[in-house]
């Protein structure tokens, strides 16, 4: 089985429904995105550690990894 988490996500705007696929990065947690779009610049919502986890189709790497171990959040973010 593999235990690799995915690396690609999908970021919808809120703004303006805009998609783009992006590469997470796994070192750190990625706070700001500006929608290429509409140009706005996304944060991520109360709770959430990182953009991926606000409004991506798949949540960051170590959510991600802390999920498939049947934790609720990871230890350590990003």
């Keep these: 089985m593999n235990n690799a988490p995915t690396l690609e996500s999908v970021l919808t705007c809120p703004q303006c429904a805009g998609q783009s696929a992006q590469v ?5 947690c990625q706070f700001f995105f500006e929608c290429p779009h509409c140009h ?4 991520p919502r109360a709770g959430d550690c990182c953009v991926f986890c606000s409004y991506g189709s798949v949540p960051c790497p170590p959510v991600q990894l ?3 171990a049947g934790e609720s959040s ?4 990003c």
């Design 24 to 28: 997470m990065p796994t070192d750190r």
């Design 40 to 43: 706005a610049l996304l944060r």
């Design 66 to 68: 802390a999920r498939a």
């Design 74 to 77: 990871p230890k350590r973010c």
